[in-house]
Nanobody
Framework: QVQLVDSGGRLVQPGGSLRLSCAAS????????MGWYRQAPGKQRELVARIFNSGSTNYADAVKGRFTISKDNAKNTVYLQMNSLKQEDTARYYCNTHFMDTNLDYWGQGTQVTVSS
């Protein structure tokens, strides 16, 4: 079992930047993807970005060119660098680890990002 602790969310002005962090309780092996999802009030949870064990990444169209996902294997941590933030990026952001072989998902508790002037 993997425990995820996500952090870094706060209030930021439009055009600002934030970096979210997701720390896993142990080293993750195998065929997996770690990523960030977000959920705004009244909306479904949606994929923001994810990074695979191979290092390949994919992003939601809404964040391409503004957000960057990366991982530090030595620290068992995944980061989401968010630049040029918009009001529509306001949501609770959740870290996720998905194991492709077993179809298991683990979630962080979420961290709130609010973009407002």
């Amino acid at each position: 079992q993997v425990q995820l602790v996500d952090s870094g969310g706060r209030l930021v002005q439009p055009g600002g930047s934030l970096r979210l962090s997701c720390a896993a309780s142990k080293r993750i092996f195998g065929n997996y993807a770690m990523g960030w999802y977000r959920q705004a009030p009244g909306k479904q949870r949606e994929l923001v970005a994810r990074i695979f064990n191979s290092g390949s990444t994919n992003y939601a169209d809404a964040v391409k060119g503004r957000f960057t996902i990366s991982k530090d294997n030595a620290k068992n941590t995944v980061y989401l660098q968010m630049n040029s933030l918009k009001q529509e990026d306001t949501a609770r952001y959740y870290c996720n680890t998905h194991f492709m072989d077993t179809n298991l998902d683990y979630w962080g508790q979420g961290t709130q990002v609010t973009v407002s002037s």
